[in-house]
Every structure is written in C-alpha cells, then in structure tokens.
C-alpha cells in the first residue's frame, strides 16, 4: 500500500501571498488531519477532515481553511501568509470513524519571506 | 496552553542502555496515548500506544507506562539501538463525540552512542 503524499514538499512564498497545500491519504482511509509543527512548540492541530466534512478545528485563525473531496484528497489553503506561518505542514490519515493510528505524510516545508 | 509537554528537548544513552523518555498532561479527558518516532525528513511514526484503562503497554524493546493519578506517561526503550536515534513525541486523544483530536508534545531527540 502506498503512504501518505504531500505535495508539494518545499515551497517559498512571500508574505501576504496564499498557498495551497495537497495530501493524498492512504487508500481506504477516510480521515485527514493536518498539523502545523514549529520549533519549540510541536505539532499542533490544524483541522481534520472525513468524509468530505470538516469534524474538528484546532486554535488556528480563519486564514487557515481545507476541505476534502470524494476521493479522500484533502487540500489546505492558507491565504494572507506571515512571516510566523513558515512551518513544516504534516498531514496525517487514519482508517475509520474512531482510529487512534495516525500515518503521517513527509510534510511540506514552508517558508514565508 | 500545551496540553501534553515533554520536559526533556534531548536525551543521550550509551548503546545496550535504557531509554527513558517522559510526558506529563493535563487533561483527565484523554483517552488514548501514543508515542511517533521521527526521522529528519521524514512524519512521525507510530511507536506504541496505551489506553486510558492500561498502566502498561508492551511490544518488543518498547514498552509505554502510564500512571494516570499522576498524569505521566514514559516510554521506556531497553535495549537502546544506535537507530532509535530520532525524536519521539508523546501524544494524547480526546474523543469529542465527531472523533478524535490529538495533542502533540514537543518532542525528545533521543541520541543512542555506539
């Protein structure tokens, strides 16, 4: 079975720009989340997707949207960048309804300039 | 407000040595824990996990304690291996009724010398 892919997997943008982030899930899993990672303060919870519905949202402003689509892809958008959004953006897949395993993707870096 | 910390950024053992990697929360509603291993370059990985109702989980050289009473969860790692140099990061479940949120600590970069 193939992982999780996230593309692209470095990006640069400058502030005030948007981007959009992709994740192709493990085939059969129906959940997407996503997590930003920072030094010093770990992965925190973006959003998370199943079903083509959004099921739960972290602490993040409305600049920070997704959505899923049929096949399960889910894509993340961030519009109006800053400079503190560079991050590694990891999207993770699970199985079902309730799963406690998450498989994670590589990530995309991004750098904001 | 971190929910789930890792006091410890890194943490150096000699090889054949135990690993002892801690994790504190604060949340008496998590329901699951789990430890990811990560590789530079690469997600996280599943490790291990333990339920809510378990003090102790184990599966080879790896072994998870949770002592709930103290809001402590450690992942014990015997004997260590030069390639379970990574970072580990503890994480925990709440169910919120539309599924579950994970909280994320920091992470430990584990060095193991040969």
């Known amino acids: 079975k193939a992982g999780v892919t996230q593309t692209p997997r470095y990006l640069i943008k400058t502030r005030g720009q948007q981007v959009t982030l992709s994740c192709s899930p493990i085939?059969?899993?129906?959940?997407v989340s996503w997590y930003q990672q920072t030094p010093g303060q770990g992965l925190q919870f973006l959003f998370e997707y199943f079903s083509e519905t959004q099921r739960n949202k972290g602490n993040f402003p409305g600049r920070f949207s997704g959505r899923q689509f049929s096949n399960s892809r889910s894509e993340m958008n961030v519009s109006t960048l800053e400079l503190g959004d560079s991050a590694l953006y990891l999207c993770a897949s699970s199985s079902g309804q309730v799963s406690y395993e998450q498989y994670f993707g590589p990530g995309t870096r991004l750098t904001v300039t | 407000d971190q929910q789930v910390k890792q006091n410890s950024p890194s943490l150096s053992v000699q090889e054949g040595r135990i690993s002892i990697l801690n994790c504190d929360y604060t949340n008496s509603m998590f329901d699951y824990f789990l430890w990811y291993k990560k590789y530079p370059a690469e997600g996280p990985t599943f490790l291990i996990s333990?339920?809510?109702?378990?003090d102790k989980n184990e599966d080879g050289r790896f072994t998870v304690f949770l002592n709930k009473s103290a809001k402590h969860l450690s992942l014990h790692i015997v004997p260590s291996q030069p390639g379970d140099s990574a970072v580990y990061f503890c994480?925990?479940?709440?169910?919120?009724?539309?599924?579950?949120?994970?909280?994320f600590g920091t992470g430990t970069s584990l060095t193991v010398i040969p």
């Open positions: 333990i339920s809510s109702i378990k």
């Open positions: 085939s059969g899993h129906r959940s």
């Open positions: 994480a925990a479940s709440e169910f919120l009724g539309t599924g579950n949120q994970f909280y």
